[in-house]
């Protein structure tokens, strides 16, 4: 009983902590919830935002006006370039968005399944986009 409590009451101080936020005309980013296979649109993890780099969270705060956030790629296990030769900063690529008060946007990875092999070893195969933008 107790635990169910507990749930309870951590379900409602995030339910404040978020009506707080969107009272504030914050605005978030975030990645796409999940995989949009057919469009080959894929998950991304933010890494820094103008330069700082993040926790793993949901979802980011941001203030309004541009800001560039560093992405990587969250591809399958077995469809990661694991390729000699590969750079490491190849995966992390940035985005630039001119954030306009109590929007969210949702990044994703478009990739392109045709790149040649050229392509997965300077990362050139992906490139972050808003896949979505949303008004509090």
Do not use: C
């Not at 890494?47 to 541009?66: F, H, K, R, W």
């Amino acid at each position: 009983m107790r635990k169910w409590i507990s749930y309870v009451i951590a379900g409602l101080v995030t339910v404040f902590l978020y009506a707080v936020v969107y009272a504030d005309g914050q605005s978030l980013v975030m990645s796409i919830p999940h995989a949009i296979s057919n469009d080959h649109i894929y998950k991304v993890t933010i890494d820094e935002i103008d330069g700082v780099p993040q926790e793993t969270a949901l979802n980011y705060p941001l203030s309004t006006g541009e800001q560039a956030i560093k992405v990587s790629i969250m591809l399958n296990i077995e469809w990661t370039p694991k390729l000699e030769g590969a750079s490491a900063t190849a995966q992390q690529k940035e985005i630039v968005l001119n954030v306009d008060a109590g929007t969210n946007y949702r990044i994703g990875a478009q990739l392109d399944i045709d790149a040649p092999i050229e392509s997965q070893l300077d990362g050139s195969y992906w490139e972050p986009i808003v896949y979505s933008e949303t008004g509090n």
